[in-house]
């Protein structure tokens, strides 16, 4: 179906409330007169809430997928749901296998990615970044975009980060804001990037290389390259510093 | 890590941060709400995910820039409220479904075949690849100014990220255009 730009961005900019009272009366009294222009704006509206709707959901399934990986909670009595089980014990236990069984495919299979993606979560722990205006001439000096960078990554708003970290390395050419970068990539879903970014640290510079390793490790867990997870894991696995969680993660995985 | 600096990694999109919101108050949230409302422990859990996630989504709307209890009261009073509802509904037999709860927070009017409508837009996301869904993501659900979205995603200029949004825009609705086709069909 074709639609008319003008009319698209009016919308959109009418959902946003960003148009001044003169416009939002004639949006008004078009979408009381031309029944067309009222679906429009119902669509836009209705996209609009999918797109928050979506995210809320994707956060349903993370937290579920979350809570799936902690302890079970004991209560002061027991709840209702005992009587049920006794009950239906039987069909309870029947389904209960059958979630087994699915579960493990899920979990073992090489497509396993809720598996993985647990294990991601357990064990990704962003880098520690050096901080912002670590002397008394750094804190009075003009913000740099690597200063920008480091302050919206210490405040975990690691989108904006990774934008920051971007022109900061136009700006040098530094393995902990390459390190950080990969790791600001990696907190916002992009393993892809990450990879790279490790990748371009081991091939660059001769510090951080234990560290690259484990979050290179980390992005191609993220990403379901499984051989490479556990190569790199078994580079660093007797490191002094990652050497633990590495021994650890590797026996996770096996 | 105190309430202020939850709310503001909260609102800055870090997923992290969430996780670890979730995680603080789980233990006494579970246990509270199993003892003093009698729900099941896979029920509770449902009831706090959904408190978790009303919370959240205020964070975003601004709601709790100025917030003048702790964030803990805040979660516990939200989740009394769904708790009684909960109770309400088990009472009627009635499920207690995260998702319809989801689904009213996007939507204070409801209309006949809305949800069905926002699961139709939930599918298509889905097909837009990732770049797109987290624009726009970032633009109507994270309230990021153009600006700031034009850093956090690399654009070339402001420009360009409108641009880029009006196209995502474009792709999300042609998909939902022929979805919703299909099924009339």
């Known amino acids: ?64 997928d979350l809570e799936s990986t902690l302890p079970t909670v004991g209560a002061a009595e027991k709840p209702a749901r005992v009587i049920i089980f006794r009950t239906y014990w039987k069909p309870i236990a029947l389904a209960a296998s059958v979630l087994l069984v699915v579960s493990w495919f899920f979990v073992f299979s090489p497509q396993g990615m809720p598996g993985n993606e647990k294990l991601f979560v357990a064990y990704f722990e962003p880098f520690d970044s050096p901080g912002v205006g670590t002397t008394r001439s750094e804190m009075n000096a003009p913000q740099t975009w690597k200063a920008k960078a480091y302050e919206a990554y210490d405040k975990g708003d690691y989108a904006m980060a990774v934008g920051l970290f971007e022109k900061a390395i136009v700006e040098n050419d530094d393995p902990i804001v390459k390190l950080c970068l990969g790791n600001a990539y990696l907190a916002t879903g992009r ?64 | ?88 509904k088990a009472q009627r ?36 690849g990732p770049p797109c869904r987290q624009l726009l993501e970032l633009f109507y659900f994270n309230r990021k100014t153009m600006d700031e979205i034009t850093l956090a995603l690399g654009y070339k200029n402001t420009d360009s990220a409108k641009n880029q949004k009006y196209k995502c825009m474009g792709r999300l609705r042609k998909f939902y255009e022929e979805e919703f086709a299909k099924q009339l069909t």
Request: aromatic share 10%; glycine share 4%.
């Open chain 1, 1 to 64: 179906m074709e639609h008319n730009y003008d009319d698209i961005v009016m919308l959109e900019r009418y959902i946003e409330h960003s148009l001044n009272e003169e416009e939002i009366r004639k949006v008004e009294q078009r979408l009381s007169e031309e029944p067309a222009f009222k679906e429009l704006y119902q669509n836009e509206k209705l996209l609009v809430r999918g797109i928050r709707y979506g995210h809320l959901r994707s956060n349903l399934v993370q937290l579920k």
């Open chain 2, 93 to 128: 037999n009635l499920p207690f479904e995260p998702e319809h709860y989801i689904q009213s927070m996007v939507a204070d009017d409801p209309e006949t075949g809305m949800e069905e409508k926002l699961d139709l837009v939930y599918e298509c996301l889905k097909k837009i």
């Open chain 1, 191 to 254: 393993a892809d990037r990450a990879e790279i970014m490790f990748n371009k640290i081991l091939t660059e510079h001769e510090d951080l290389v234990t560290q690259a390793k484990w979050y290179l490790s980390l992005a191609y867990l993220k990403q379901n390259k499984m051989e490479r997870t556990r190569a790199v894991l078994w580079e660093i696995s007797k490191s002094s510093t990652y050497g633990e969680k590495a021994r650890k993660l590797l026996e996770e995985l096996d």
């Open chain 2, 1 to 88: 890590m105190n309430d202020e600096i939850l709310v503001q990694q909260i609102k800055s999109g870090n997923q992290r941060a969430l996780s670890q919101f979730y995680e603080s108050f789980r233990s006494e949230f579970l246990r509270w709400i199993m003892r003093d409302f009698k729900c099941a422990e896979d029920d509770s859990k449902d009831v706090f995910q959904v408190a978790v996630l009303i919370v959240y989504d205020n964070i975003q709307k601004g709601k709790l820039d100025h917030l003048t209890s702790s964030l803990k009261t805040y979660l516990f009073s939200v989740g009394k409220n769904l708790a009684h509802e909960w109770g309400r």
